[in-house]
């Protein structure tokens, strides 16, 4: 992950760079000693080069905590 940040609309912006044709997994927890991540989304780096990819989620003012990971898939 090259960054993660939230603007001022109360968005969660998460970057990485994408290997040319390859799959990711965006899976979250609410709480850190959840023992099981959940599938938020995918994205496709579908360009034959490594371009960044750009995950943005609107928070929920009613969750105290939500935590992030990538994972990359094939």
Known sequence: IA????????????KWMGLPSSLY????KDK?????????TEHFNDEYIVR?????EV?????????YRVLYIE
């Open 52 to 56: 960044e990819i750009n995950h943005k």
């Open 3 to 14: 960054s993660v940040s939230i603007d001022t609309e109360n968005k969660i912006s998460i």
């Open 32 to 40: 850190v000693d959840d023992t099981e991540w959940k599938l938020l």
């Open 59 to 67: 928070l929920s003012n009613k969750r105290e905590s939500r935590f």
């Open 25 to 28: 997994h965006i899976e979250y």
